[in-house]
């Protein structure tokens, strides 16, 4: 899902959304009530910020939802925003999205660091960041290739058939920004 509209980037960026949005990727379809248990929330504010996300077409109610069991499912596996917009409005929505969202990636990994590592797991979960030299275009073929990369694993997220019985959910997080800090001062945009 490409996400242009700047009421829809404001309604995701709130932490408590994108921690729902990933709830119900993975656990969907769920209820408010189950959901709620995921996030250490009640369920009547889990629900209020469901229906924000389906408001903006993030979620859906699945189908054959009835009385008070309405669970909801997600509609894209993947978000992807940019936050140079044409209009001026969503680039602002941009950039804020972009600063709940990493704030949520990064400290989702620093608390999953100081928990146990499971046995199976131990030396299979890295790190890495590089700078490098590259053109936009290059970055644009970099991203492509990390979505390409993935591709054979999302159907798992929403299949449980799919997922390998040793399988977990592991969060893969891509970013790309500028090294402003690394630019000589004439260089700069």
């Not at 899902?1 to 709130?14: F, Q, V």
């Not at 994108?18 to 009530?33: E, K, S």
């Not at 910020?49 to 008070?68: D, K, M, N, S, V």
């Amino acid at each position: 899902m490409d996400i242009t509209d700047a009421k829809a980037m404001r309604a995701l960026a709130h932490p408590l959304r994108i921690q729902l949005l990933g709830v119900v990727g993975v656990h969907g379809p769920i209820t408010a009530a189950r959901a709620s248990e995921y996030v250490d929330e009640s369920p009547s504010n889990c629900s209020f910020h469901l229906r924000t996300l389906a408001e903006h077409g993030y979620i859906e109610r699945a189908p054959g939802a009835t009385g008070r069991n309405k669970p909801w499912q997600i509609t894209g596996i993947t978000q992807n925003f940019n936050r140079d917009q044409a209009d001026p409005d969503a680039e602002l929505a941009a950039v804020a999205l972009g600063d709940v969202f990493q704030n949520w990636e990064f400290e989702r990994m620093r608390a999953g660091r100081h928990l146990p590592v499971p046995e199976a797991w131990k030396g299979h979960l890295y790190d890495s960041g590089s700078t490098l030299f590259l053109t936009p275009e290059e970055v644009d073929g970099f991203a492509a290739n990390f979505q390409q990369l993935i591709a054979p694993y999302i159907g798992r997220i929403t299949d449980p058939a799919q997922r390998p019985e040793a399988s977990a959910p592991v969060r893969v997080f891509m970013a790309t920004t500028l090294a402003h800090d690394l630019m000589h001062k004439d260089t700069k945009p």
